[in-house]
């Protein structure tokens, strides 16, 4: 099993700051199946990127990700006050699919 | 738009089986993988398995003992079986579209608290 590690565990930011998130994998993360989801409370994940740099439909610009193998990040260029949430890193390339713990991005 | 939406007890008791249904609206859910996915209160997100419209299955090594995955294409739904539950069971349900390389999943439902309890 591929074990996502997340860091920092909360990052503490001010509107219109860089977000940047880390997830490190155990192994590494085939053909770059890794994905980021963001999550607020009382709703569900919302899928931002996958294929480890691949915005989804309707993501704004300001979120990017990338790297490969082991280590990826996710990057929010300015914070906007919709973009304080948590932040999950997921491998879907190897079963069992993992999450990681998430990081919380709160106002400071 | 592809919707998910989770049905099925908000309660079940231990030692019984917490039956879940996704119904899909938007698409049909011939062609593609399905997944299920729990969270417990204020902790991370664990992948249950999921399911290709034909039936093939993956599950988590952790519950494979205990889950179930079924579909079925007529209805456009897919449900969750998991046995023998316990405390450690009560979560928040989610199930999901699995387009994999094509897109992780998306999109996910909204989710359904199930509690487990005497």
């Known amino acids: 099993e591929i074990v996502l590690t997340q860091s920092p565990g909360t990052l503490s930011l001010s509107p219109g700051e860089r977000a940047t998130l880390s997830c490190r994998a155990s192994?590494?993360?085939?053909?770059?199946?890794l994905a980021w989801y963001q999550q607020k409370p009382g709703q569900a994940p919302r899928l931002l990127i996958y294929?480890?740099?691949n915005r989804a439909t309707g993501i704004p610009d300001r979120f990017s990700g990338g790297g490969s193998g082991t280590d990826f990040t996710l990057t929010i260029s300015s914070l906007e006050p919709e973009d304080f949430a948590v932040y999950h890193c997921?491998?879907?390339?190897?079963?069992?699919?993992?999450f990681g713990p998430g990081t919380k991005v709160d106002i400071k | 738009q592809v919707q998910l939406q989770e049905s099925g007890p908000g309660l079940v008791k231990p030692s019984e089986t917490l039956s879940l249904t996704c119904t899909v609206s938007?698409?049909?859910?011939?062609?593609?993988?399905w997944a299920w996915i729990r969270q417990p209160a204020g902790k991370g997100l664990e992948w249950i398995g999921r399911?290709?419209?034909?039936?093939?299955?993956n599950y988590n090594p952790s519950l494979k003992s205990r889950v179930t995955l079924s579909v079925d294409t007529s209805r456009n739904q897919f449900s969750l079986n998991l046995t023998s539950v316990t405390a450690a069971d009560t979560a928040v349900y989610y199930c999901?579209?699995?387009?994999?390389?094509?897109?992780?999943?998306?999109?996910w439902g909204q989710g359904t608290m199930v509690s487990v309890s005497s």
């Open positions: 938007g698409s049909s859910i011939s062609g593609h993988f």
């Open positions: 399911i290709y419209s034909s039936g093939s299955t």
């Open positions: 997921q491998q879907y390339g190897s079963s069992p699919f993992t």
């Open positions: 294929g480890a740099s």
């Open positions: 192994q590494r993360v085939s053909s770059g199946y």
């Open positions: 999901a579209r699995d387009l994999g390389l094509l897109g992780a999943f998306r999109p």
